[in-house]
């Protein structure tokens, strides 16, 4: 039997927003604890990001689940955002084709699952809403028609390919940093025009692993014509983590990977994980992982979107005494890469060890441990996982072109490159 068993109570979170002062630090937010399982790809591809082109047909798609048996409507509008997602003076004729405020048409019930809820799905752009230029665009779903009941907010890339960036992500040069960062170096061919001012009108963005607050804005190094370099050996640089962590539960009746038990206590399915350790120490071991995303997946089943059915996992890290200096949680896409009282974990003091649980949709998860910092907030998966240079991570760039006088922010170039395999 399991020691400690979370039930998390299913209720809204229902907060006023006032779209006039978007978060910029805080652009992916899902306000209920009804909603989950929320995934934003490129369409076709489910470990993809929701980068996408302008002109090429590239659509995005939102899925998410109801945890409820009725059904309800919901509205979303796109909103354009500066390349920081502070909401620029555009209206909304002059970025999209359609209607400004529109409902989510695609919807079934679950089959068949204990949890019962409602999926939906959204692809972007569609028949009633067109995107005109590139940018940032926020996704913002709401409960009604007139957008006081927020639901989640999700962020949307749109790519004009007016440039080719060619990057790569390698062992930090420095010696200082060699042992525990990666370097990521990228040129830039700009196809169109050369750029009056590339320090001032170019900014470059890397992102790792899509995770929202593990970014840096790099400048150029120098400029040769149409090819601008940004080839650095500080201020290019990321901690490089750790493999993630795994575990599987599609299956309900036979545990896999990282799976110590499987247990039905009516009327939910527990999984309590095999209990992990503190990694900061033991050096860096390879493991194939997705590098913090999920996936949904339930055997025998057609139709995991619909069929896959709601269990609680646990999690034990041994850890021989509390941490006072701040809370230690579970982190990944399957937590929003948010740390909050949804994924925190507290402190046994019998087992000595941290625990946790979260109501999650069968599948194949990655997490990290993180401890996050009672006065900055700031989040530090280093404490328990370690950093090491030879990770393999995923880094996304997006160059962006803020020229003096314009409306908006272009996007105007995309790569994605992987440290160990290309992409």
């Not at 909103?79 to 920081?84: A, E, G, K, P, Q």
């Not at 084709?97 to 409602?118: C, H, M, T, W």
């Not at 042992?179 to 320090?199: C, F, G, H, S």
Request: aromatic fraction near 14%; charged fraction near 25%; proline fraction near 4%.
């Amino acid at each position: 039997m399991l020691r400690s068993v979370i039930f998390c109570s299913l209720f809204i979170f229902i907060r006023f927003f006032d779209f006039q002062s978007i978060e910029a630090s805080e652009p992916d937010t899902i306000y209920s604890n009804t909603i989950k399982s929320v995934l934003f790809t490129r369409s076709g591809n489910l470990l993809s990001y929701p980068v996408i082109d302008l002109n090429n047909g590239e659509k995005a798609t939102l899925q998410f689940d109801l945890l409820n048996e009725q059904e309800k409507t919901f509205y979303y509008i796109l909103v354009h955002c500066n390349m920081y997602w502070e909401r620029d003076s555009l209206q909304p004729i002059e970025y999209i084709d359609g209607f400004e405020v529109n409902r989510i048409k695609n919807q079934s019930a679950s089959i068949l699952s204990i949890l019962p809820y409602i999926h939906y799905t959204l692809p972007i752009p569609n028949d009633d809403i067109r995107l005109k230029i590139s940018g940032n665009y926020l996704l913002c779903i709401y409960e009604d028609e007139e957008k006081t009941k927020p639901v989640m907010q999700k962020r949307l890339f749109v790519c004009e390919t007016k440039s080719e960036i060619q990057a790569t992500a390698r062992r930090a040069t420095l010696p200082v940093y060699a042992d525990t960062k990666q370097e990521i170096d990228a040129e830039v061919t700009l196809y169109e025009r050369k750029v009056n001012d590339p320090e001032n009108e170019l900014r470059l963005l890397i992102i790792q692993n899509f995770r929202p607050d593990m970014y840096v804005e790099v400048k150029p190094k120098f400029i040769r014509g149409n090819i601008i370099s940004y080839n650095h050996e500080e201020g290019n640089l990321f901690n490089g983590g750790n493999e993630f962590r795994h575990f599987n539960s599609k299956n309900l009746r036979v545990p896999l990977e990282n799976i110590d038990l499987i247990d039905y206590q009516a009327p939910y399915y527990h999984f309590l994980l095999k209990p992990e350790s503190d990694r900061t120490f033991t050096g860096y071991t390879y493991g194939q992982d997705i590098n913090g995303k999920y996936y949904i997946d339930a055997d025998l089943r057609n139709s995991p979107a619909l069929m896959a059915d709601y269990v609680y996992v646990h999690f034990t890290l041994p850890y021989d005494v509390p941490l006072i200096d701040g809370t230690v949680h579970i982190l990944g896409a399957m937590s929003n890469w948010k740390c909050n009282e949804k994924n925190q974990m507290t402190y046994d003091f019998e087992t000595k060890a941290y625990i946790g649980s979260m109501l999650l949709k069968q599948g194949y998860y990655n997490y990290h441990f993180a401890l996050r910092d009672k006065l900055t907030g700031a989040i530090d998966t280093g404490f328990f996982e370690g950093n090491s240079y030879q990770t393999e991570n995923d880094y996304v760039l997006l160059l962006y072109e803020r020229v003096s006088g314009a409306l908006y922010d272009r996007l105007i170039g995309r790569a994605v490159v992987n440290t160990i395999k290309p992409l």
